[in-house]
């Protein structure tokens, strides 16, 4: 407890009172420069769009696809949830691109956004090239392949 005279004095000397606030507004100071920080790290992460129920997520990025194997069993219709938050300016004619010539996949992708791709897996199991051949360098790109994995049913 405090007595009338130390409360007086404290009113007096508002000092002490400022000295025991400095790490409080430190401390939120530190908690805002963090959070401002994660919000520009990994706001690509807060602004996903999520994936349809039941479609496998896909994205198309100037570093290629993620994920960067796809496993479908053959046979099945697969739905890819797929999106781009890629800006037109980067992209050739403003499409990403997602070609498998072996398995009859050939779709586009506008620049900043998503759409469902329906796709009837064959019935060939076997590892396959998926690339995107309208930007990033096209087919001889190292960067924008993945791969389709069909497992046999």
């Known amino acids: 407890m405090t007595t009338r005279a130390q409360r007086r004095?404290?009113?007096?000397?508002?000092?002490g009172a400022i000295d025991r606030a400095?790490?409080?507004v430190f401390g939120l100071i530190v908690?805002?420069?963090?959070?401002?920080?994660?919000?520009?790290?990994?706001?690509?992460?807060l602004n996903?769009?999520?994936?349809?129920?039941?479609?496998?997520?896909?994205?198309?990025?100037?570093?290629?696809?993620?994920p960067?194997?796809?496993?479908?069993?053959?046979?099945?219709t697969v739905t890819f949830d797929w999106w781009t938050?890629?800006?037109?300016?980067?992209?050739e004619n403003g499409v990403h691109t997602m070609i498998a010539p072996e398995l009859g996949l050939n779709e586009a992708l506008p620049a900043e956004s998503r759409r469902p791709v329906?796709?009837?897996?064959?019935?060939r199991p076997g590892t396959y090239d998926v690339y995107c051949d309208s930007c990033?360098?096209?087919?001889?790109?190292?960067?924008?392949?993945?791969?389709?994995?069909?497992?046999?049913?």
């Open 68 to 76: 960067s194997e796809i496993r479908v069993q053959a046979g099945a």
């Open 22 to 24: 400095k790490p409080v």
């Open 136 to 153: 990033c360098g096209g087919v001889d790109s190292p960067t924008m392949h993945g791969k389709i994995v069909i497992e046999a049913a």
């Open 85 to 91: 938050q890629d800006a037109a300016v980067h992209l």
């Open 9 to 15: 004095q404290a009113a007096r000397h508002p000092e």
């Open 48 to 66: 996903r769009p999520s994936a349809a129920a039941g479609a496998i997520d896909v994205q198309s990025s100037m570093a290629g696809f993620t």
């Open 118 to 123: 329906t796709w009837q897996v064959p019935n």
């Open 31 to 45: 908690v805002g420069v963090l959070a401002a920080g994660a919000v520009l790290a990994f706001g690509d992460f």
